[in-house]
């Protein structure tokens, strides 16, 4: 049954009229020439870095794609970020190098930047602007859909509630992600977060499955990856991680490598949202959208706000960095009458491990929550090195309990929380007072800390650990305290599960 969206601009999934769509497909595909008539302008007055400045233009608009055709018949296309008087500032998407200001043509298509979507773009790979980079066909497009999205009712939003078990203990227990969250994974130069998100691709799955078969059916999950800015490396690696675990036909790459134009990256994270839109709320797909790296793209919108000699915010990002992180992030959730979710994790390297960085410290406000990879751990040689301190996850509590993983969820999660931070503490302690001055609780609390990391976050990364698996691990840990020092865990919780098969630890 075909699905109606009206696609007009202020739509909304599930509104109901079926005209939207038509009308917006007669618009990207047709031009009044009347308004619109169609002039090529030879006024390319001034290149500065991403930016060309056009001069004597008529009824150029904001956000209008301009195409620019270059003195060797090269194609370029942009995108109109101001306008005065006859003047119009182009950013041009696959970079400015070779544009001779005298022999440069261009035309104003009269329209904002479209991308065609079809579900045939599950097992392709396209490039940062969109095109297929697979030597496949072009995508037959089914609509053309505005990069930007449509703005989504609040009201109409289904608050998250459904848990995504990934597999991973310290992200499960401590840190659970529910199906339609955003949750950012913190990482720096050199450490795993790579193979973090590719062993939840792999792995994830929902805890408790629906009676609804069809609608939790493998075939019904998808995975849209988007790159700005890494290396040719971390594409094949991500790339033969699909291949090899059967789901390339699930995943839909935009890669824009670091070889590519910085001002593709701006766009790269708007078309892989917007696929991932059409995924989730015509085809009623489980859409995960990983992103990576956020640094690189907030990097590029840096230079474009250089470029046009803005006055810069904190370390000379632009003051506008919050908003427009904004409307990155919050296109995930649910939405009312719509089988399909997107469930985000942007992966973002803070410049030198540092959290109040602009872009971490931003992120942070936007998302909810985030799992923190910590170097340390890294150095240890412990797999993945998530410190589970730092790590947040704000949907975790309606995502959890009885009915939706175990009672006794939360309270272990708590529990562990405030041994592993005691545990820290004692062993800050120690390096300056010695092991002497420690009492016997010290003592628990400093076993607790090393076999805890040993482990409870320590594992395999093909190791696919279940919540219930998890939690009595966890559970495990915690019978080396007695049960009068387990004080955020209540009586009757204690009573059904501390004496469970109470299994000494193999020192």
């Known amino acids: 049954m075909a699905l109606k969206v009206d696609s007009r601009p202020g739509g909304l999934p599930g509104s109901g009229c079926d005209l939207g769509p038509a009308r917006e497909h ?113 995508v037959m497009a089914e609509d053309f859909l505005d990069i930007n999205g449509q703005p989504i009712n609040p009201h109409d939003r289904i608050y998250p509630e459904e848990m995504i078990q990934t597999g ?11 199906r339609g969250q955003k949750i950012p994974i913190f990482s720096a130069a050199g450490l795993p977060h790579n193979e973090i998100a590719a ?60 070889n590519d134009p910085t001002i593709e990256r701006i766009i790269t994270p708007r078309l892989a949202l917007t696929t991932a839109e059409f995924l989730a709320y015509q085809c009623e797909k489980h859409v995960l959208v990983i992103l990576t790296d956020m ?52 992966i973002l390297t803070m410049p030198n491990d540092d959290i109040t960085h602009p872009i971490p410290d931003l992120t942070g406000f936007i998302t909810e929550g985030q799992i923190y990879v910590d170097r340390q751990l890294h150095n240890r040689q412990i797999y993945p090195p998530v410190n589970v301190l730092p790590s947040l996850s704000r949907l975790m509590k309606s995502a959890i309990g009885e009915g939706m993983t175990r009672k006794d969820h939360g309270d272990v999660s708590n529990q562990l929380y405030a041994c592993y931070a005691i545990g820290k503490d004692v062993q800050a302690m120690k390096a300056v007072v010695g092991e002497e001055a420690l009492t016997s609780e010290d003592l628990l609390y400093l076993e607790f800390l090393h076999k805890f990391e040993r482990s409870f976050i320590n ?24 049960k009068e020092m387990l004080k955020r865990i209540p009586q009757s919780v204690l009573e059904d599960f501390y004496s469970r098969c109470s299994q000494s630890w193999n020192h």
Not at 34 to 48: A, D, F, G, M, Q
Request: with cysteine.
């Open 459 to 482: 594992q395999g990364p093909y190791e696919n650990r279940s919540v219930f698996e998890s939690l009595d691990l966890g559970w495990k840990l915690l019978r080396i305290f007695p």
């Open 295 to 346: 640094s690189s793209y907030a990097e590029a919108l840096r230079e474009v706000s250089a470029a046009r000699e803005e006055v810069p915010g904190r370390r000379g990002f632009p003051g506008y960095m919050y908003t427009d992180l904004a409307t990155i992030y919050e296109r995930a959730g649910r939405v009312e009458g719509r089988g399909g979710s997107i469930t985000q994790i942007p």
């Open 26 to 138: 007669m618009q990207a595909v047709t031009r009044n020439y009347i308004t619109h008539p169609r002039v090529t302008y030879r006024t390319v007055c001034s290149v500065n870095g991403p930016l060309v400045v056009l001069d004597q233009v008529k009824f150029a608009q904001y956000a209008e794609i301009v195409n620019f055709t270059l003195p060797d018949g090269t194609q370029r296309s942009g995108q109109v970020l101001e306008v005065s008087g006859t003047k119009a500032i182009v950013q041009v998407f696959e970079g400015t190098s070779g544009i001779d200001a005298q022999k440069t043509t261009c035309e104003f298509t009269g329209d904002i930047l479209r991308t065609p979507v079809s579900e045939d773009m599950l097992g392709r790979v396209f490039n940062g602007s969109g095109k297929p980079i697979d030597k496949g066909p072009v």
């Open 168 to 178: 991973i203990s310290p992200i499960d227990v401590m840190n659970s992600i529910a």
């Open 199 to 258: 062993q939840i691709c792999r792995q994830a799955g929902l805890v408790k499955k629906s009676k609804a078969v069809l609608d939790y059916h493998d075939d019904n999950f998808a995975i849209v990856f988007a790159a700005m800015g890494v290396n040719m490396e971390t594409a094949r690696f991500f790339k033969s991680d699909f291949e090899q675990n059967g789901t390339m036909g699930n995943v839909c790459l935009f890669l824009n490598l670091a």
